[in-house]
């Protein structure tokens, strides 16, 4: 894996055109299908003007992967979708003007599952992307081609969107960092929205230094995001010396392999001399399901503009509006998003709104609640990210099968809290992750707890 600090190593007896040229060689002859679409010519341009001297900020001359669900001006934006399978944005999100005002080089946009719902990247329109460490496993979901970019030295950085675990699960799943940002740090302006009140646009890297870095610059203030928090966010490391009080949430767990790993990391953490404890979230075992309901219900909605009029996929062939509406709907999307927009709809109508979608709602503050009260004795929780190793393609057929595996991801979407996943060794040869979360704006909190930490690693990764 390549950090920035390496990276920048390099440009200096290297020209960032070469470097860059090799890494576009690198993708090119991948397995991996991180990506779906290159910017091949722009990104070698901007390392001229780097070679030139003309590319100055915080990420000046650094390759950097973009989810395909952010928008980029004039660059492909296909949310993993046949629906958008054409569709040129024609403005930047706002994480991607950050991008360019800090000199980054964007290299193009990651493959992901469709409209950001899956846990595996396996319902991308474009095809699986392939796990790093075995190209028989799934790289995580929904960011997965930003995992796999990063775990296969195909990129330095990479964004994400994490809805209900997407930057965490890949990151898990390819032994990178990925955090979750607290809802409102990052501006949404931009991310095409699968459910608005859970998702935020985050950083993955391979270190937790360039992770915070990169959420330096997409932090912040934007006055098109109405639920932009106007906060800007300043890593200060020196906080990972403090001595951190961590709480094991009891009720995040995973399969042995994961479980084993867990028990193996909290040894390493009482050996530092933190003060460890347990805590309990009654709420846990309802998140799963209201997630379920809140995030389609939002979807439903959300999805009802590809109509195939304004843009994205539409047929030749008119017909009544009923018709045309359905047939385009019918042959855009793929089966997973129809589920969900089925799901979705169903929980929202009339009849049953009383029943599922205020209930979940209920649930959501009960579960905000248990993170407040628990983050009350502890600057820090602990738990794995995933409850298993990466997955075999096609190893979970069943839907409901995948939506269990974000059991100890979701609940910290409907809390609204920071949420990092730390790689903290290898099972089997494949990379665990460990799920850091913090109260909300506690960013840094969290990264100097995943600071720390990762020092005790860097022998295995
Ligand atoms: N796997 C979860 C889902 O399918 C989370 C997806 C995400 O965070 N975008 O909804």
Known sequence: MITVSEWRERLESEKCY??????????????????????KDFALSQAEKYDRGELKGKLSGIPVAVKDCISTKGIRTTCGSKMLENYIPPFDAHVVERLKQEGAIILGKTNMDEFAMGTTT????FGVVRNPYDLDRVAGGSSGGSGACLGGKEAVLALGSDTGGSIRCPSSFCGVVGIKPTYGLVSRYGLIP????????????????????????IAGKDERDSTNAGVEFKFDPSKADRKFRVGIVKEMGGNEDVNGRFEEVVEVVKGLGFEVGEVSMPSFKYALAAYYIIATGEASSNLARYDGVRYGFALDKLDTWTKYFSKV????FGEEVKRRIMLGTYALSAGYYGKYYLKALRVRTLVRRDFESALKDYDVLIAPTMPSLPFKIGELADPLTMYKMDVNTVPINLAGIPALSLPVGFVKGLPVGLQIMGGH??????????LRLEKEFSEVF
């Open 122 to 125: 396996e319902t991308s329109y």
């Open 441 to 450: 704006f506690k960013e840094n909190d969290v990264l100097c707890f995943a």
């Open 194 to 217: 699968y459910a608005n009140s859970l998702e935020q646009i985050g950083p993955m890297a391979c270190c937790v230094e360039d992770v915070a870095l990169l959420l330096e610059v």
């Open 329 to 332: 709907r019918a042959l855009g």
């Open 18 to 39: 070469d470097l860059v040229s090799e890494l576009f060689d690198r993708i090119e002859r991948s397995k991996l299908n991180a990506y779906i679409t290159l910017c």
